[in-house]
Structure formats: C-alpha cells, structure tokens
C-alpha cells in the first residue's frame, strides 16, 4: 500500500519506544536518557512506550495487533531493545516473538536496509591483536531471504518429518538494497564495496546478487567493488578486517557477519544498528545488534553503549547529524575512560555519556 512519506516537525520528533525482554528494558532506559540530552535544544522528544514482547503475550496473548502496529506507524522513529526469550523456554513458541514482533515490524514498516556500521574505537577491547584502522559498515538486507517465513513441514514430530524454510530474493528487493549500499559507498573516503553471498552453492539466489551487483556498479565507477563468499568473510574479518568498507548482503548472511563484526570491535554490547526505511514511508527502527541476553537480564550489568549509539543513529536519521555526531564522539571519550578492570553497571554508563552531553 503506497504511504505518505513521514514529514517530521522541526520543534519535535516522536519515538515509539519498545523496550522489550531480558536486557532490552535495561538498556533502552540508557538510550533514552542518553537521546534527551543529545537531542537539539529546541527539539522536544515526546515518547510513547509500548509494551510489548513475552511478558505481555505471558499476560495477553497478544505479540503485535494491528491497532498498536497502526500507532506505532504514526512515530517518527522507534527505538527498540530487544525481544525473545531464553532459547528453549516452553512457555515461548519458538520465534513467536522474533518472527511476530521484531520481523513483523521491520517488513511491515519497510525496514530494507538493515545498517550495522563496524568501528573500533580507541579505548574498546578488540580480541585481535592487531585490527588495524577498522570502520566499515554492513548494508544487509531487511525485509527477504531466508526470514520471511516462506517455508513448512509435513508430517512434523514424525521420524519422516520434512522441514522447508525458502530463501526468498526478488530483483526488486535486491536492487533497491544493492543501490543503497553503492549510494554509501560513494559518500565514504574509500569507496569500496564488497558483495557477500555463497554464490558457489546457492546459485539461483547468488545469481540475482551478483548480477544486479554487477548492473549498479556500472553507475557507480567510482567504487571498487569485489566478491567475498560469506565462509571466507569470517577468515577475513578475524585476519584483516580492515579490507572492508561497505559489506552489502542478504538477510541471513548480514545477520551472522554482524555479530562477528560486533565481537572484533568491542563486543555486542557495542554494536549499534538501524533498521531503515529510506523511502521514508514509515518510521525506522533503531535498536542494538544484540538480543534480549537471558543469561544477564535483571542484573544490572548490560553494556548500554550499543543500544546508546542506536540512539546516535536514530539522530542522523532524523536529520540531526551534529548532535548524532556528538552523541558518538561522547561514547568514544567515555569508552577510552572506562577502567576494563571494574565492570560498570549498566546506568553508570547512561549517566557518563549523558553527562558528557549535558
Ligand atoms: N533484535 C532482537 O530483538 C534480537 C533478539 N534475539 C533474541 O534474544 C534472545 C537471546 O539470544 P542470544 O542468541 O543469546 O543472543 P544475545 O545477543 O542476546 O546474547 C549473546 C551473548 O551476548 C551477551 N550480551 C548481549 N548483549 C549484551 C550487552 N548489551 N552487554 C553485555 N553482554 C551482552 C549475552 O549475555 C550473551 O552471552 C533469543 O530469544 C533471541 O531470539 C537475538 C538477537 C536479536
Ligand atoms: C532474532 C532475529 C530475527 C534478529 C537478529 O538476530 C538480528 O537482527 O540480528
Ligand atoms: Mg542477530
């Protein structure tokens, strides 16, 4: 259905804000303290909380109705914390609440651009031992490939069960996320772009990749572009990361290299990410790459930073690029002040990037 494209108010900007489970609530507060100083002076920040994840489907049995999706449409942005429970909980159907709520919404609301940019900041704790100058940034694709549910199983529970899940990719899809991926590329310093795929074994999907890839690049003859199969991606990333500047690729595979990526860097609880609309038609979703960290929930100790510079996303997004710019340049200084010895408690760091805006 065509939309409207989104026009923002100059003296305000709406979030529907959905903490979510485990970490997600912890974390989120941080963003959100951290976004109502970093924000324009000038710019009221009006926010709406949704609740939604397990503990209301525990509740409801609800995941996403259509009247509070409808509502949410009507924001700005959303920043989100994560959803889903401890894998194998018997009380959560398996990917109820990741298919239902958090993929519902990132098709629903066009999220084609799923954005994970990859630096090492002075001060994080790289595993390797020398990273080099790392900065790169992952375009995978949002709203296709393996997650859009597009499979079944026949005779389930059976010794003679079968079980499909179908990687779906149109031209369309890949096109218009392939496009935004050059349109990166061109406005960074290096100008390169990296396609990633297993186009040596899923040749039906790889070849829509690959030649769409190649189309693009033909208006773009400013970027180097080359290939990498997403095996040899993980070598790459721990051997040289440095190599890549722009990683455009599907669903499934952008989903894996980023949780990599996010280890290399400092950890998953630096690792920011956006789930964006560029058409405009409805609000884009920030949110850190992590989930909902079961094993640490409710204790006070999950690193805030990813979900913070999610934040600093959101900003740009808006059309705020100082302040975004400032909100990560806060997070830079407080990471190369943070001892590695005392573990921080989640508010602790809230509070210092948001002092370091006040
Ligand atoms: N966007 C979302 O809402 C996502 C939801 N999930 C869901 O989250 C649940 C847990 O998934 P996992 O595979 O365990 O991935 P996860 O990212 O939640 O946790 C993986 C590991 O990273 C640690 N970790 C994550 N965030 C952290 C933070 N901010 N600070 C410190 N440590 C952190 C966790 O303690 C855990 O050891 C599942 O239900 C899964 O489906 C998983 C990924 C994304
Ligand atoms: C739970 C998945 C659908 C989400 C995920 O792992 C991700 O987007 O990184
Ligand atoms: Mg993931």
Known sequence: ???????????????????????GPEVTAEAVKVLEVAAPSGVKVEQNRYDLGAERYLATGEVLPDSVLAEIRGHDAILLGAVGGRPGDPALPPGLLERGLLLRLRFELDHYVNLRPSRIYPGAASPLANPGEVDFVVVREGTEGPYTGNGGAI??????????EVSLNTAYGVERVVRDAFARAQRRPAK?????????????AGAVWWRITQEVAAEFPEITVDYMHVDAVMIHLVTNPSRFDVIVTDNLFGDIVTDLAAAITGGIGLAASGNVNPDRTAPSMFEPVHGSAPDIAGQGVADPTAAILSAGLL??????????AALEAAVIADLAERDPGRPRRTSETGDAVAARLA
């Open 1 to 23: 259905m065509p939309q409207t494209p989104l026009t923002p108010r100059p003296d305000a900007v709406s979030l529907a804000v959905i903490p979510g489970d485990g970490i």
């Open 155 to 164: 005779r389930p529970g059976t010794p003679h069960e079968v079980a499909t």
């Open 192 to 204: 390169k772009l990296t396609l990633v795929h297993k186009t040596n074994v899923l040749v039906h």
């Open 315 to 324: 900003l740009d997004h808006l059309g705020f690029a100082d302040e975004a």
